[in-house]
């Protein structure tokens, strides 16, 4: 089929490559030349596993192109939006202005039986206004959720867990539906989950699925905020807890806590629909898990302040990990980089290393020091916080390497990842996150 796919960030271009890659002709559209020049060179403009190699084999067999002429989208039987939707300059809600920019330009190239799948992330209601404005042109939107993660984006695109498309009442809807179920045959093929609802349903498993994570990661939390006054391992207790089925011991990684581009914007954006809706107590719980989110950035930083003895002022502190999670270069909102901020501005002398998010993370914080290597990062440091579990952070380092570059002895291990009595046996003072 042809399709064209608006906006070409972390999901957009992971979308044009993989439809490509199931045998779509695709052509990919965004406003950023420079994107558009690296896409179409076969090149990921961003760090994500398997993509390079998508977007090389899809860019030269010619199924895949990249422009930034909107009128290239004409043609298409699906055009697939997937712009951003960031939280507000002020206030928590969405800024939907890409995707309001993104239809008003698409709109004069749509023609009669079209889809429109809407991607992005937006409050629930918004596809309703905008099914209106594409009904003008006799096309049909639908809204189709995107789960995927950052570091798996390929393999959940090509092979979801579910596909949700939320589509207009009757005949047109069904039909719809059934052009998406053509554009993702082998997921479908393969018994994959395909659920039909209506719009508000769609946008709302959306940010139903991104809150119950961030609910999930902020209980632990609250958990190891507890088990820090009591003495009890919350890691242990998350492992006890999560062999019952009902429970499950995914997204219970207790630690600094999430960050990234869609869980901390989704639950605020979230919280400020329901207000508008007038159900501001439904979701009011979204608060106290952001504000969980948020303390233990802070417990973090006081615990770095601890083992130094009271004051970072002048002391040497490594940074291990700037992305907000391994297998990203994403800094979107990372609580690596927060950390890392907040101890310079409390005098410390921080280095950053990140396999991968150093470029942008110093786009972002250019007053902070980086270094790409571990090892130099680590040598001289008085105290060293692993923020980003990388596995050149967590496996690939032996407290005994790690001891023998560093001045102090202090680790502060922000995502529980290291075995406590290992490094203790090196002689190092270990702290972890909820951890006795
Ligand atoms: C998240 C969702 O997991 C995806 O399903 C969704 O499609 C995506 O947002 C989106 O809305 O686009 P992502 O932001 O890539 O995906 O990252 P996650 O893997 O969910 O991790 C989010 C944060 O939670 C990271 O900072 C991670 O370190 C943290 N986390 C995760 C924990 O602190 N503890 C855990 O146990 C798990």
Redesign the pocket.
């Known amino acids: 089929m042809r399709l064209s796919v608006i906006g070409c960030g972390y999901?957009g271009a992971v979308h044009a490559a993989a439809m490509a890659s199931i045998g779509h002709e695709v052509v990919g559209i965004d406003i950023d030349p420079g994107k558009v020049a690296a896409l179409s060179r076969g090149e990921a403009p961003f760090f994500e596993p398997r993509l390079p190699e998508l977007l090389e084999e899809g860019v030269g067999s010619g199924r895949l192109a990249f422009t930034t002429d909107i009128s290239a989208a004409a043609g298409a039987a699906v055009h697939f939006v997937g712009v951003g939707t960031p939280q507000q300059q002020s206030g928590h809600a969405a800024d939907l202005s890409h995707v309001d920019e993104a239809f008003d330009s698409l709109l004069p190239h749509l023609r009669p039986g079209d889809v429109v799948a809407g991607k992005s992330?937006v409050p629930v209601g918004t596809a309703a206004d905008l099914a209106e404005r594409v009904a003008t042109t006799g096309a049909t939107l639908v809204w189709n959720p995107?789960?995927?993660?950052?570091?798996w984006a390929v393999q959940d695109t090509i092979d979801p867990d579910r596909l949700v498309v939320g589509v207009p009442e009757g005949d047109e809807g069904e039909r719809a539906a059934g052009i998406l179920r053509e554009v993702y045959h082998p997921a479908v093929a393969k018994g994959t989950p395909f659920i039909i609802t209506d719009f508000a349903t769609a946008e709302l498993v959306?940010v139903a699925?991104?809150a119950f994570?961030a609910t999930k990661?902020s209980f632990?939390n609250a958990m190891a905020e507890i088990a820090e006054v009591t003495g009890a391992d919350v890691t242990l207790l998350a492992d006890a807890i999560g062999h019952d089925v009902r429970i499950g011991r995914?997204?219970?990684?207790?630690?600094?806590?999430?960050?990234?581009?869609?869980?901390p914007k989704?639950i605020r954006a979230f919280a400020a629909r329901a207000e508008e809706l007038g159900r501001r107590e439904s979701v009011s719980f979204l608060r106290e898990v952001d504000a969980i989110n948020l303390r233990r950035r802070d417990r973090a930083v006081q615990l770095v302040i601890d083992g130094l003895g009271g004051s970072v002022f002048g002391k040497r502190v490594a940074v291990l990990g700037a992305a907000?999670?391994p297998f990203?270069d994403d800094v979107r909102d990372s609580?690596a980089l927060d950390a890392a901020v907040r101890l310079r501005g409390l005098g410390a002398d921080v280095v950053v290393t990140d396999p991968q998010a150093i470029e942008n993370a110093r786009r972002l914080h250019p007053q902070l020091t980086y270094i790409a290597d571990r090892d130099e990062a680590l040598r001289d440091a008085d105290a060293v916080l692993l923020v980003t579990e990388w596995d050149e952070y967590r496996r690939q380092l032996t407290p005994e390497h790690a001891a023998s570059l560093t001045r102090g002895r202090v680790v502060v291990d922000g995502r529980n990842s290291y075995d406590p009595k290992a490094w203790r046996a090196a002689g190092w003072t270990y702290f972890g996150m909820g951890r006795p």
């Open positions: 999901l992330t995107e789960f995927l993660r950052e570091g959306k699925a991104n994570l990661i632990i995914r997204f219970l990684g207790a630690g600094i806590g999430f960050g990234g581009g869609c869980l989704d907000f999670k990203s609580p």
